[in-house]
C-alpha cells in the first residue's frame, strides 16, 4: 500500500501540498485495539517491529482518541532524517531511537466512524490526521501556491539538510503503484574518469577519489547506445546523490561527457 512515487510538475495543480522528504524508509503502521501488541510497523519486504517506545506512545495517543483500528503511512528515520541518514538507519534498524513522521492515512476507525483513506482526497486526509494524530508526529506540511514557491520551499529544505520534498495534488488520491505525488532531490553531478567500459551489459566503471586518499571504483549503469559517447580514459559527467562510506556513489546516472574546454 505505499505509493510509488512517478509524478512530474505537469501533473501539478495549484495551491498545491509540499511535504520535507526524510532520508529513511517508508513503512506502515498498523494498530489495533484488540491486539496484544496493539500497534506494530512493517516495510515493503515485510520486515514488522512491535516492541518500541515510540509506538507504544503513538498506540496511547490513539486511544485516547477512542480510536478502534488505524492504519497510516509513516517515514521511518535516524535522527534528524537529513540527506545520508538512511544509512545511519539501516545499520540501526532495531534502536529505540528512531524517529517517524506519519504522512498518510489509509483507515481510521472510532466506535461510530469509519474513514477509508483510498475514498478521500488528499486534503481530507490531512484534516482527519491533524484531528486525530499529534501536529509533531505528522510530516511538515507546506501550502505552495505556484512553480516559484515551490522552488523557494525545496531550496528552504535542502539547507536545513534534507534530501528534498514530495509535492502533492489537494485532490490526490491514495493508491498503490505508481502515483502522481512528484519527488524533488538535491543531485550532484561530477566529473569521474571512466575506467572501464562492459562490451555486453549496460556498464561502465568510474575511479573514485575516497576521502582517505585512496581510490575506488564504481559501476554506472549506461545504455548501450550511449556507451559509444566516450571510451576508456574520457572523464563523464555523472549526477548523484552524494558519496557512500564505500567510496562508491549513491544512485549514479550518466549524464554526459565532460567538456574538455571547460575551466
Not at 572501464?196 to 573514485?208: H, L, P, V
Not at 548523484?240 to 544512485?251: A, E, M, V
Amino acid at each position: 500500500m505505499i505509493p510509488e512515487l512517478r509524478g512530474t510538475l505537469a501533473a501539478l495543480r495549484y495551491p498545491c501540498f509540499g511535504e520535507i522528504k526524510y532520508d529513511g524508509e517508508a513503512t506502515v503502521i498498523s494498530y489495533d485495539q484488540n491486539w496484544e501488541n496493539q500497534i506494530v510497523t512493517s516495510n515493503k519486504y515485510g520486515t514488522m517491529r512491535s516492541e518500541w517506545s515510540k509506538l507504544d506512545a503513538l498506540a496511547d495517543m490513539l486511544e485516547q482518541k477512542d480510536i478502534v483500528k488505524a492504519t497510516f503511512l509513516a517515514e521511518l528515520f535516524y535522527g534528524e532524517g537529513h540527506a545520508g541518514a538512511l544509512y545511519e538507519l539501516l545499520s540501526n534498524k532495531s534502536n529505540d531511537d528512531l524517529n517517524l513522521v506519519i504522512y498518510d492515512v489509509i483507515y481510521l476507525e472510532t466506535e461510530f466512524n469509519k474513514f477509508e483513506g483510498t475514498k478521500m482526497p488528499l486534503i481530507d486526509r490531512k484534516e482527519l490526521m491533524l484531528e486525530m494524530v499529534p501536529k509533531d508526529l505528522l510530516v511538515n506540511s507546506h501550502v505552495c501556491k505556484d512553480q516559484n514557491d515551490i522552488d523557494t520551499f525545496f531550496q528552504d529544505v535542502v539547507e536545513m539538510g534534507y534530501e528534498g520534498i514530495v509535492v502533492k495534488n489537494f485532490d490526490s488520491k491514495l493508491q498503490t503503484g505508481p502515483c502522481s505525488w512528484m519527488k524533488m532531490k538535491y543531485k550532484d553531478q561530477t566529473e569521474f574518469k571512466v575506467t572501464m567500459i562492459d562490451q555486453t551489459k549496460e556498464r561502465a566503471e568510474i575511479e573514485i577519489d575516497k576521502p582517505d586518499g585512496t581510490k575506488a571504483t564504481c559501476g554506472v549503469k549506461i545504455s548501450n547506445s550511449r556507451k559509444k559517447e566516450f571510451k576508456v580514459g574520457d572523464m563523464i559527467v555523472i549526477e548523484h546523490q552524494g558519496f557512500l562510506d564505500s567510496g562508491s556513489l549513491r544512485h549514479p546516472v550518466y549524464v554526459k561527457i565532460a567538456d574538455p574546454f571547460k575551466e
